[in-house]
């Protein structure tokens, strides 16, 4: 199976924007996410996306904390 096929497994909120009208870029100011029950696994980043820019943050699809 492609991973791009893949449906998600989070739906679109109802009330969500249709943002093809933003012409600029995009910045992001002391951003902190986390899983539930996870903790938090970024904390109080920053970062600017120029416009036509593409960017990916990546890292480990599991928890190497673990001993398996």
Avoid: C, Q, W
């Avoid at 970062?47 to 593409?54: A, L």
């Amino acid at each position: 199976m492609d991973l791009l096929s893949t449906a998600p497994d989070e739906k679109d909120n109802l009330n969500a924007m249709d943002v093809k009208h933003l012409n600029g870029d995009i910045e992001y100011k002391d951003v902190t996410f986390g899983y539930e029950g996870k903790g938090t696994v970024l904390s109080n980043i920053n970062f600017n996306v120029k416009r036509g820019e593409t960017i990916a943050l990546v890292g480990p699809s599991e928890d190497r904390t673990r001993n398996t």
